[in-house]
């Protein structure tokens, strides 16, 4: 078993699990209910999807790489102040509410 990636949230973790399984790649999500805790433990508080089958891990990090890249759709943009992905229809930033560029 090896760490593949951490995940932002337990929705992103799901899906990537999924889109894996789809390849049929098996992988765990390590600390899925941490978020719960965030502040009271010290531990990253993030999923972490993990591996089962070593042979597997470079597949798996390639499809992940292309699931990431694939996510925002054709006319989202990405804002340069904050990073977030927000849809095309909209001209300003959900997060930080900076003007698109």
Same mark, same amino acid.
């Given at each position: 078993? +090896?760490?593949?990636?951490?995940?932002?949230?337990?929705?992103? *973790?799901?899906?990537? %699990?999924? &889109?894996?399984?789809?390849?049929?790649?098996?992988?765990?999500?390590?600390?899925?209910?941490?978020?719960? *805790?965030?502040?009271?433990?010290?531990?990253?508080? &993030?999923?972490?999807? =993990?591996?089962?089958?070593?042979?597997? &891990? !470079? +597949? *798996? +990090?390639?499809?992940? %790489?292309?699931?990431?890249?694939?996510?925002?759709? !054709?006319?989202? =943009?990405?804002?340069?102040?904050?990073?977030?992905?927000?849809?095309?229809? &909209?001209?300003?930033? =959900?997060?930080?509410?900076?003007?698109?560029?």
């Amino acid at each position: 078993m +090896r760490e593949l990636y951490q995940a932002k949230d337990r929705i992103e *973790a799901q899906l990537l %699990k999924d &889109f894996l399984a789809s390849y049929h790649i098996q992988t765990v999500v390590h600390g899925d209910y941490l978020i719960g *805790a965030v502040g009271e433990l010290p531990v990253q508080p &993030f999923p972490v999807l =993990w591996v089962l089958e070593e042979r597997d &891990f !470079d +597949r *798996a +990090r390639e499809l992940v %790489k292309h699931f990431l890249t694939q996510e925002m759709a !054709d006319g989202d =943009w990405q804002c340069t102040q904050c990073g977030e992905c927000n849809e095309g229809q &909209f001209n300003q930033c =959900w997060n930080c509410a900076r003007v698109r560029d």
